[in-house]
């Protein structure tokens, strides 16, 4: 059973087109949901943490939002700079593992 | 400032050879762990540790062994390598477990393994 589900897989943007990427979760108690960006090649970097339904988080034109049930990755205005991976992680509140879901590829045509 | 290292890079092995993963972090992070990543699965984690001296079976721990005698190192070590494991390996490390406020996992930058 999947605990993290990540919708679109793949997202084709023209530069400046804003959009959203989901990241939907099953856990039974959420003691936090990160985002992650992945480059091709490259590990994971880490970009925001969310801890409790209502909490946003932004950093240049990346805004995320938590429910509690999803959250949701805001792109406004992208540039071509931003294309790449984009995954989400939950780790339950009494375990210590990491859930992460498959991605959205996400492609900013200039 | 160093962060996750792993080594190597890439690595070709044959059916059956086995081989050790290296990585270590010096953020003296207690929590570590690897993952594997594949095409259309996402990151699948193997093994991971709490501290020096502990740890615990991932989803998918078939054909892995791990260690942790120490804070910074966390080798994985593939017993007979198959096929199957040709994979792109990530070890990753958080400066929180149990039941505190989590800190986020930082990533090595992969380890791209052929098991032909």
């Known amino acids: 059973e999947d605990q993290v589900t990540q919708s679109p897989e793949a997202l084709r943007l023209q530069e400046g087109e804003s959009s959203s990427l989901n990241c939907s979760y099953t856990?039974?108690?959420?003691?936090?949901l990160f985002w992650y960006r992945q480059d091709p090649g490259k590990g994971p970097e880490f970009l925001f943490t969310l801890y409790s339904a209502g909490e946003e988080k932004e950093k240049e034109r990346l805004k995320a939002t938590l429910t509690k049930k999803e959250s949701f990755l805001h792109i406004t205005a992208p540039k071509p700079e931003d294309s790449a991976t984009y995954l989400c992680?939950?780790?339950?509140?009494?375990?210590?593992?990491?859930?992460f879901g498959t991605g959205t590829s996400l492609t900013v045509i200039p | 400032n160093a962060g996750v290292t792993q080594t190597p890079k890439f690595q070709v092995l044959k059916t059956g050879q086995s081989m050790t993963l290296q990585c270590a972090q010096d953020?003296?992070?207690?929590?570590m762990s690897w993952y594997r990543q594949d095409p259309g699965m996402g990151l699948r984690l193997i093994h991971y540790?709490?501290?020096?001296?502990?740890?615990d079976q991932g989803e998918v721990p078939n054909g892995y062994n791990v260690s942790r005698s120490t804070t910074e190192d966390f080798p994985l070590r593939l017993l007979s390598a198959a096929p199957s494991q040709t994979s792109v390996y990530f070890c990753a490390s958080s400066r929180e477990t149990g039941t505190g406020d989590t800190g986020e996992l930082f990533f090595g930058e992969g380890s791209r393994l052929t098991v032909l």
């Open positions: 953020m003296n992070h207690e929590y």
């Open positions: 992680a939950v780790q339950e509140r009494w375990g210590e593992q990491f859930y």
């Open positions: 856990v039974s108690g959420l003691r936090g």
């Open positions: 540790s709490v501290g020096a001296g502990i740890t």
